[in-house]
């Protein structure tokens, strides 16, 4: 891909399209699913699928043997006109996608992939081979979380846009103090020893949970002064962990509360994770809709009336708005080369702009008279 800008656009059109494909389900094997990696010989392509037209002659059901036989020619006519794979590879995707028994309807889809196909697959079944597209729009980068102090930890999950709770510990660790004297430096100690017997729990967890997460970019960090430096400095958190600690950042929470807060404390350190790059625009946008500079409007109507002069400059809609409408004003947007930035209800934010927007608005690049 040419740019980041490109490769997201392009990855949301194929998460977009794996969700439809998904949802399709045949009647009979009548769905005939054709990956090509990137570099292998479309005309080697062509000929399996020929093979297979051959093949598909024997099916004894004479309106399957009918669907996969045109299916199979509309791939082939596609893959004809083509004179080499595209770089990063090829996924097809055609067959009968009709619900009533005896009707026919046979759909096609070819879709270039925005990152480079590993997977060579021909099969025709009752669904589509979607695996290998799901891996490649799979989340790359997750950050593990923690909240701690002397008596409460939480280990949590940022994983795109999505904060998960992982593990909840308790130390035992009594509060406060009053008595004096020998009472109290005995109380002491064995308090410490409490509090340094939990911390060894908390990276004990920790070490269970993330050691083998092979998609593990850091780890950050949270709670009150001095417990999370004593945390690390006395939890005997193993080095490999240890080093992927890339955030430490003061907390008065130290539950899913404690996380979020961390998370958002946290954003010049994970600037480039989905959840804050959506937050920051959600952001952009109210600031622009309170300021008037630059301009910006919400609800369908207006906004399709700013893509139809060219005034748009960043698109805005919820996700899972109205999938045709969505589709529609994305192209719209493409033609006048507006920035399209798809925003999830799994945050507060996302679930503002949805509530004010109803699910779709824009910044402008001028105002609208």
């Given at each position: 891909?040419?740019?980041?800008?490109?490769?997201?656009?392009?990855?949301?059109?194929?998460?977009?399209?794996?969700?439809?494909?998904?949802?399709?389900?045949?009647?009979?094997?009548?769905?005939?699913?054709?990956?090509?990696?990137?570099?292998?010989?479309?005309?080697?392509?062509?000929?399996?699928?020929?093979?297979?037209?051959?093949?598909?002659?024997?099916?004894?059901?004479?309106?399957?043997?009918?669907?996969?036989?045109?299916?199979?020619?509309?791939?082939?006519?596609?893959?004809?006109?083509?004179?080499?794979?595209?770089?990063?590879?090829?996924?097809?995707?055609?067959?009968?996608?009709?619900?009533?028994?005896?009707?026919?309807?046979?759909?096609?889809?070819?879709?270039?992939?925005?990152?480079?196909?590993?997977?060579?697959?021909?099969?025709?079944?009752?669904?589509?081979?979607?695996?290998?597209?799901?891996?490649?729009?799979?989340?790359?980068?997750?950050?593990?979380?923690?909240?701690?102090?002397?008596?409460?930890?939480?280990?949590?999950?940022?994983?795109?846009?999505?904060?998960?709770?992982?593990?909840?510990?308790?130390?035992?660790?009594?509060?406060?103090?009053?008595?004096?004297?020998?009472?109290?430096?005995?109380?002491?100690?064995?308090?410490?020893?409490?509090?340094?017997?939990?911390?060894?729990?908390?990276?004990?967890?920790?070490?269970?949970?993330?050691?083998?997460?092979?998609?593990?970019?850091?780890?950050?960090?949270?709670?009150?002064?001095?417990?999370?430096?004593?945390?690390?400095?006395?939890?005997?958190?193993?080095?490999?962990?240890?080093?992927?600690?890339?955030?430490?950042?003061?907390?008065?929470?130290?539950?899913?509360?404690?996380?979020?807060?961390?998370?958002?404390?946290?954003?010049?350190i994970i600037s480039k994770q989905e959840l804050i790059l959506e937050k920051k625009f959600v952001e952009k946008f109210f600031d622009a809709l309170g300021k008037g500079k630059p301009p910006s409007v919400y609800g369908e109507e207006k906004t399709r009336v700013a893509l139809e002069r060219g005034a748009v400059e960043?698109?805005?809609?919820?996700?899972?708005?109205?999938?045709?409408?969505?589709?529609?004003?994305?192209?719209?947007?493409?033609?006048?080369?507006?920035?399209?930035?798809?925003?999830?209800?799994?945050?507060?934010?996302?679930?503002?702009?949805?509530?004010?927007?109803?699910?779709?608005?824009?910044?402008?690049?001028?105002?609208?008279?």
């Amino acid at each position: 891909m040419a740019n980041d800008k490109d490769y997201e656009r392009e990855k949301k059109k194929l998460e977009d399209l794996i969700e439809l494909l998904d949802s399709i389900k045949g009647r009979h094997t009548e769905l005939v699913t054709v990956l090509i990696p990137a570099g292998y010989n479309v005309n080697s392509v062509t000929r399996q699928i020929e093979s297979e037209k051959s093949t598909a002659s024997n099916i004894k059901s004479a309106s399957t043997r009918k669907n996969v036989i045109a299916a199979l020619d509309m791939i082939i006519r596609e893959l004809k006109v083509m004179k080499q794979t595209p770089p990063n590879g090829l996924a097809i995707f055609c067959g009968n996608i009709s619900t009533r028994e005896g009707d026919s309807d046979i759909q096609l889809w070819v879709h270039e992939m925005p990152k480079p196909l590993k997977t060579k697959i021909y099969r025709c079944d009752q669904e589509f081979v979607l695996e290998p597209l799901k891996e490649m729009v799979a989340i790359e980068e997750v950050y593990g979380l923690l909240v701690i102090d002397r008596q409460h930890a939480t280990i949590g999950l940022l994983e795109g846009k999505n904060i998960k709770v992982l593990h909840k510990l308790s130390s035992g660790v009594p509060g406060k103090i009053r008595a004096g004297g020998q009472s109290s430096q005995r109380f002491h100690r064995i308090t410490e020893g409490l509090a340094k017997e939990f911390f060894r729990r908390v990276a004990d967890e920790m070490k269970k949970i993330f050691f083998d997460m092979p998609k593990l970019k850091g780890i950050l960090i949270g709670g009150p002064i001095p417990t999370k430096e004593e945390f690390l400095e006395e939890g005997n958190l193993v080095t490999k962990l240890k080093e992927k600690v890339i955030g430490v950042k003061d907390i008065g929470y130290v539950d899913e509360h404690g996380l979020e807060l961390l998370v958002e404390d946290s954003q010049e350190i994970i600037s480039k994770q989905e959840l804050i790059l959506e937050k920051k625009f959600v952001e952009k946008f109210f600031d622009a809709l309170g300021k008037g500079k630059p301009p910006s409007v919400y609800g369908e109507e207006k906004t399709r009336v700013a893509l139809e002069r060219g005034a748009v400059e960043i698109l805005m809609m919820s996700k899972n708005w109205d999938r045709d409408k969505e589709k529609e004003l994305e192209q719209m947007a493409e033609r006048i080369g507006a920035e399209v930035v798809v925003i999830s209800r799994d945050h507060t934010d996302g679930e503002q702009f949805f509530n004010l927007t109803r699910g779709v608005g824009a910044i402008l690049r001028f105002a609208l008279e």
